[in-house]
Structures are given as C-alpha cells and as structure tokens.
C-alpha cells in the first residue's frame, strides 16, 4: 500500500460553524439529503466535535474504485475575509497494492469530492434552518 499527501483549499459563502457542523455533527443526517447519489452510509463518532472522525462509506462504484482502499480528510474550516468560509483539506490517498496514482487521478477524486461538498452548500443554501 502506498500513501500520497494532496492539500485543497476551497471557499464557501457559509460559515464555519455552520459547514462543520453539517460535515461532522450532523453528517449522518445532511450528507444523505444533500448527496443521495453518493452516499451509502455515515458513521459519527460518539462525542462529535473538532477531532471527530467521520467514516463515509460511498455508493458502489464510487470514487475509491478498485485502486484505492481509502482516502483520509482532515478538514478545517477557517473564517474568511468577507465572510463565508475557507475550508483547507489535507488529504491522504491509501492506494491498493503497489499502484501509483497520477495527478489525474488525484484532481478527478477533487473534482468528484467538490461535486458532493458543494451539494451540501446549495441544501444549507436553500435551507437556512438546516445545521444551524
């Protein structure tokens, strides 16, 4: 097994408080809302709060394939000037075997982990009294 380190940044006009606690206190209830189409199931830790972990099985055929056995986020959600939020990822690739993932790869999993992220921004959007 091989591991390979990637840091993201990405912004978001919802405050920190409010996207951690969609992401991690309440994600085995948000996530299934916003990104049904990725989602198989959620588990929180007992005691959520900064440090939690939150362990996302995804749909079959969903974006760990055959060459990856997981991947590892460690987000934080940090004030931005202006307002909103920037969340900064440190990510970690756990590849199967001795395979070697591409850069591609790397930004094709963003890509598709920005498609659900941004599903739970719009369903917060459009719902202002969800994870508040």
Known sequence: MGVVSYNYESTSPVA???????????????????APHAIKSIE???????????????VEGGPLGDKLEKINYENKFEAAVGGGTVCKSSMKFYTVGDYVITEDEIKA??????????????????NPDASN
């Open 16 to 34: 920190p408080a409010r996207l951690f606690k969609a992401f991690v206190l309440e994600a085995d209830k948000v996530w299934p809302i916003a």
């Open 44 to 58: 929180v830790e007992a005691n959520p709060g900064p440090g939690s972990i939150v362990k996302i099985n995804f």
């Open 109 to 126: 999993l963003i890509k598709g982990s920005e498609g659900v992220y941004k599903a739970i921004e719009a369903y917060l959007l459009a």
